[in-house]
């Protein structure tokens, strides 16, 4: 695809942030000990404007990014080529180990991927405390972003080639 059609299909600020929200699963990858790339899919959540992961303290993920901050993140969505549209964010990743993200980030998925649920106050409280537990957050910290939309391009392509 030629430089020119890569602007056609980029993402403005407005359309990433409505792509990203609400938040589903989103791949990560760190740089593990040995120097290959280490990806996994996760849930992901905000913290502020930034993209966030739960992760076991010790998980390879939280190892590999306190060790070594690079990381690249990726959603994407749609199986045919007019419906695929995505984002890599990358950037540096921080792991946070305060209760105030811990709190925000578990809420914030709980919230997310238990819409709906009919849970009192002190359930949710009870549900996201465990969830918390011996846990990290790491916050993407962008420095570059790379969008696609390829339904911008339906009205382009030849009549019955969806």
Same mark, same amino acid.
């Given at each position: 695809m030629g430089a020119d059609r890569r602007a056609e299909i980029k993402m403005t600020p407005a359309e990433q942030e409505e792509f990203?929200?609400?938040?589903?699963?989103?791949?990560? =990858?760190?740089?593990?000990?040995?120097?290959?790339?280490?990806?996994?899919?996760?849930?992901? %959540?905000?913290?502020?404007? $930034?993209?966030?992961?739960? %992760?076991?303290?010790? %998980?390879?993920?939280?190892?590999?990014?306190?060790?070594?901050?690079? !990381?690249? !993140?990726?959603? $994407?969505?749609?199986?045919k080529y007019y419906d695929l549209r995505g984002l890599t964010l990358i950037g540096d990743g921080e792991v946070r180990d305060d209760r105030d993200a811990l709190w925000t980030v578990g809420e914030y998925l709980y919230r997310t991927r238990h819409s709906g649920a009919d849970d =009192?106050?002190?359930?949710?409280?009870?549900i996201v405390e465990r969830s918390i537990h011996n846990r990290a957050v790491i916050v993407v910290h962008p420095k570059r972003v790379i969008s696609w939309d390829h339904r911008k391009l339906r009205a382009a392509q030849p009549a019955g080639k969806a």
């Open positions: 990203l929200r609400p938040t589903g699963k989103m791949a990560l =990858s760190t740089i593990g000990p040995d120097g290959y790339i280490h990806t996994t899919a996760l849930y992901y %959540a905000f913290l502020g404007d $930034e993209v966030a992961f739960l %992760a076991k303290r010790k %998980a390879q993920k939280v190892v590999n990014v306190r060790r070594d901050p690079r !990381v690249t !993140v990726m959603r $994407e969505e749609g199986e =009192s106050p002190a359930d949710v409280e009870r």
